[in-house]
């Protein structure tokens, strides 16, 4: 059976070290919070200022000063440090951020990445992803293979308005965990009960399969 | 030396139709808001505007919007706005966006006099295009150019009458950085206090920075997404 949201969260907390400094996007990264291991210390960034996101706040302590990247009322952590936007994108584009993980319209063959823009639909903006993309040792993107069509979304070529040239290292999807390697998508676990055939079947990007594939763990 | 004006009003003596304003603040975190809507009373229209976000229907830059004041907007991110999305398609709106971390540095860059500098966000997409690149090691880099405005308009927690601020949380975001930006910086703050009250040590924009400031009357600090536990 394919991962839901929250099984793809997990399979990605396993990417996680004592130590880290992480950055989640908005979506089913923000999920990845949910489930670190005990014990692990993990600090979380949020690009409009602070190191060391915490919990949601309960009523009374809501501070309209305290809010993460989608605007939502957070907390900080004891030893968190909050900063302005040029000092938070010199950590993000100086490489000190361990791991991005962000969602995804689009990934391509080659680790293309696109995320923010479609064409015909009224545009937002990029926010800070295209700094975060560009700028991170390791970035994993979370998530689904298909759109709601069945349509592959791991592609040779992206078609939508890139965010990133030759970015994404690891994918975890609803259906797989890849890597992104100089001869393509190499497929490195599956989820229970999916089989390979599954996956190259939703996979439209070059996809390398060898020997057995184990299932995802979680 | 005297840096404190009374209100919104005298603070924004001297900006003019058309001018390009710096304003601080992350969604509606940290942003002026006695100095917006005292742009919002006036008659000031066809302003470019930087600003990391453009508020809400009604609130913040939304109040502009609403009046039609701006003309344009260079920002990272402009969703959360039924009235901008609807000048935008009908064209009475220009919006350039900026990656967020770009936009920054920009606007840091055009206070520390640094005329340009490379950064590798954006390579490869619409946003490099007409942009010089440049590799350095194996890897590729746009050249982005600083950022400057007529007023920069900022908010701060505290700040003295010698213009020193200090910002509070994540409601320091983008003021820091436009704070040094502007050929005339207007601080309100939310306790304007006497010299030598400040800790030197705790300053985040020295007064060298700030042409105006005053104490706000008033701060509503509106959340966009309250988000609780139990």
């Known amino acids: 059976m394919a991962l839901d949201k929250n099984g793809i969260a997990k399979r990605i907390a396993r990417e996680l070290h004592d130590g880290y400094y992480v950055n989640l996007g908005i979506g089913i990264p923000t999920l990845v919070a949910n489930y670190v291991p005990k014990g692990m210390q993990i600090i979380l960034q949020s690009e409009n200022g602070l190191l060391g996101i915490g919990p949601f706040p309960t009523k009374d302590e809501v501070d309209p000063d305290l809010i993460n990247a989608g605007k939502q009322t957070i907390t900080a952590l004891p030893g968190s440090a909050f900063f302005d936007s040029s000092m938070s994108f010199a950590m993000i584009r100086g490489g000190h951020i361990d791991l991005t993980v962000l969602g995804a319209f689009e990934v ?111 | 030396m005297n840096k404190v004006v009374k209100n919104a009003q005298e603070a924004i003596l001297g900006i003019e139709s058309n001018m390009t304003l710096m304003l601080g603040g992350f969604g509606l975190c940290g942003i002026p808001e006695n100095c917006i809507e005292a742009l919002a009373a006036s008659d000031i229209t066809g302003l470019t505007c930087i600003s990391n976000n453009a508020g809400v229907d009604g609130f913040g830059l939304g109040m502009l919007l609403r009046k039609h004041q701006i003309r344009k907007m260079i920002s990272s991110y402009v969703g959360e706005n039924k009235e901008f999305e609807r000048q935008l398609l009908s064209g009475e709106l220009e919006v350039e966006l900026i990656p967020q971390g770009t936009l920054a540095e920009r606007c840091r860059a055009g206070g520390a006099g640094i005329p340009a500098f490379y950064v590798p966000a954006g390579y490869g997409t619409e946003v ?55 050929r005339i910086t207007i601080a309100e703050v939310e306790e304007l206090v006497p010299v030598g009250s400040l800790d030197p040590n705790h300053i985040h924009t020295p007064g060298v920075f700030v042409q105006r400031i005053f104490q706000g009357s008033k701060y509503e600090k509106r959340i966009e997404f309250s988000t609780t536990r139990e």
């Open chain 1, 108 to 218: 391509s063959e080659t680790g293309d990445i696109a995320s923010w823009k479609i064409p015909g639909k009224l545009v937002k903006g990029m926010g800070g992803a295209m700094d975060l993309v560009a700028s991170a040792r390791n970035i994993i993107v979370a998530m689904m293979h298909t759109n709601p069509q069945g349509e592959s979304k791991l592609l040779k070529k992206c078609t939508l308005p890139l965010t990133g040239v030759g970015v994404v290292k690891r994918i975890v999807s609803d259906l797989a965990v890849l890597d992104v390697t100089p001869d393509g998508f190499k497929l490195l676990e599956r989820a229970p009960g999916v089989t390979v055939e599954q996956i190259i079947a939703a996979t439209e990007g070059r996809l390398i399969v060898e020997g057995d594939i184990p299932e995802i763990t979680i």
């Open chain 2, 128 to 182: 490099a295009i007409g942009k010089p690149v440049r590799q350095f090691g194996d890897k590729m880099y746009l050249e982005e150019q600083w950022l400057k405005a007529d007023f920069a308009i900022v908010k701060a927690w505290k700040g003295d009458t010698n213009g020193n601020l200090v910002y509070r949380n994540v409601a320091n975001n983008f003021n820091q950085a436009m704070a040094m930006a502007g």
